[in-house]
């Protein structure tokens, strides 16, 4: 069992930053890849960015590339998102979540096993 938790989410105006962080207990984090969703009201929810098990390979959906960098700590047994030049668009509540598996579909949530409870992220015009 794998336990997640987020942290750093808030109101903060167009362009602004903020950085995610995502704590996990319970096994060993370096068995794991580690994925950013967000989830806005109304909306599915959406795969944001995904980090290797070494922290070597990421992966980002088309429309934060350039603005968000997702990184990992193994040795703290965290994964961060750093958000930059954030759009209203950004809008949602932002998820982390574990993938023991092979990571065939990186960017479906039903490939990853442990998910967090979330933290909302909120970014106003």
């Known amino acids: 069992q794998v336990q997640l938790v987020e942290s750093g989410g808030g109101l903060v105006q167009a362009g602004g930053s903020l950085r995610l962080s995502c704590a996990a207990s319970g096994r060993t984090f370096s068995d794991y890849a580690m994925g950013w969703f967000r989830q806005a009201p109304g909306k599915e929810r959406e795969f944001v960015a995904r980090i290797s098990r070494t922290g070597i390979t990421t992966r980002y959906v088309e429309a934060v590339k350039g603005r968000f960098t997702i990184s990992r700590d193994n040795a703290k047994n965290t994964v961060y998102l750093q958000m930059n030049s954030l759009k209203p668009e950004d809008t949602a509540v932002y998820y982390c979540?574990?993938?023991?598996?092979?990571?065939?579909?990186?960017?479906?949530?039903?490939?990853?096993?442990?998910w967090g409870q979330g933290t909302q992220v909120t970014v106003s015009s």
């Open positions: 979540a574990a993938d023991y598996g092979v990571g065939s579909s990186p960017s479906n949530p039903t490939q990853y096993d442990y």
